[in-house]
């Protein structure tokens, strides 16, 4: 292959067989459970990078099916959201994030900056009650439980939360061990159809994990409870500000 056919085809790892299919992604009944919970603020500030500014010491636990989704397939995804600021305009910070399949960790990870990492996220309906569990191996590191659709939610207000846009801080090394990217990059999801949104009685446990570290963001309180299903686009980044070139 010759360098303009490299230069060509190139568009994710490896060359000749990428992990991940061309972008757009379209996601069709991805159903949420959303429960906020307060937390320590030292520990959010130990986390949350300059320029983005804490809103608040709330942290958004998630647990995400995605039944159906264009390139990615069939998933759950687990982690956590922190409610910032930027130049003045909310937000949310993509601290963590858990998930089952190989292709949306790849692409999450090289197209955006996702916080991706291998575990076993689950939603189940059980009963009266749905509920969220997060393992790695053998070990549980966070359950979630909900009062299933006791209350209809405002489906306006969900829309809004889902197109505000989110943070991510983009890492990716040079050969030598150094950063060769590192941005905070702005993506907002598209197109978004709410579909049904439900609040609800809710309980959030998190468990010490060395890798899992979702309990590093310890529970003081839960605060709120959202269950949502919804269909939306994941939308492509921008860089808002590049750590290794500012002054």
Request: with cysteine; hydrophobic share 40%; charged share 20%.
């Amino acid at each position: 292959m010759d360098i303009a056919k490299v230069r060509a085809t190139a568009f994710a790892m490896p060359l000749t067989n990428p992990s991940f299919p061309r972008p757009p992604y379209r996601f069709y009944n991805r159903e949420y459970i959303v429960i906020s919970y307060r937390t320590d603020p030292d520990a959010l500030r130990a986390v949350v990078p300059e320029p983005l500014q804490l809103a608040d010491n709330i942290v958004k636990y998630e647990f995400i099916r995605m039944p159906d989704s264009t390139g990615f397939g069939d998933y759950t995804e687990s982690g956590q959201v922190i409610p910032v600021t930027y130049e003045g305009q909310p937000g949310g910070y993509v601290h963590s994030m858990y998930l089952d399949d190989d292709a949306p960790i790849a692409g999450g990870r090289e197209l955006w900056g996702f916080p991706k990492k291998l575990a076993c996220p689950k939603i189940s309906h059980e009963g009266e009650v749905i509920v969220g569990t997060l393992d790695c191996g053998s070990l549980r590191c966070a359950v979630g439980t909900m009062g299933y659709k006791h209350k209809v939610a405002d489906s306006a207000a969900v829309h809004k939360a889902l197109v505000e846009p989110s943070y991510l801080l983009k890492i990716i090394p040079h050969v030598d061990g150094t950063p060769r990217i590192l941005e905070l990059v702005r993506y907002r999801l598209e197109d978004v159809q709410v579909k049904g949104a439900w609040t609800g009685p809710a309980a959030l446990e998190l468990f010490q994990h060395v890798t899992v570290d979702v309990a590093k963001l310890p529970v003081l309180e839960v605060i709120s409870a959202s269950h949502f299903i919804a269909d939306l686009t994941l939308g492509m980044g921008e860089v808002v500000y590049d750590y290794l070139e500012a002054k």
